[in-house]
C-alpha cells in the first residue's frame, strides 16, 4: 500500500465537493493506493501523470495523481470534471 498525500488546491477543491461525491473519491483514493498504475497513464505534457475516471449521479469526474516509486507514494493533483480539466492541470503544474 503507497502512502496518500495531496497538493493543496486539490485539498480545497475536494472539501468544497457535495458529501456522496467526497465519499466516493475517498474510496477511489484508497482503492489508487492499493493500485497505483491502475488509472490511465497520460502522455507528453504530462508524461508522469495518471488519471482514474469514475461516474457518480451521471456526471463524469477525473481525478490526476503521480505516483513516486522511490517513497511509495501517491500525490494526488486535481480532481475536477472532463471540460478544461488538462488545460488546468497543466497550468497548474507548471507555476
Known sequence: ??????FKKY????????LPLR???NLIEDEIALNPCS????K????DVFVMRFTLLGEE???AYK??????????????????FY???????KS
Open 39 to 42: 488509472g490511465e497513464k497520460k
Open 1 to 6: 500500500m503507497y502512502r496518500q498525500s495531496a
Open 61 to 63: 469526474y477525473l481525478l
Open 11 to 18: 485539498n480545497r477543491i475536494k472539501k468544497k465537493l457535495p
Open 23 to 25: 465519499n466516493q473519491i
Open 67 to 84: 505516483v513516486d516509486e522511490r517513497e511509495r507514494e501517491v500525490i494526488f493533483l486535481a480532481i475536477g470534471g472532463h471540460e478544461n
Open 44 to 47: 507528453g505534457d504530462l508524461k
Open 87 to 93: 488545460r488546468d492541470l497543466k497550468r497548474y503544474l
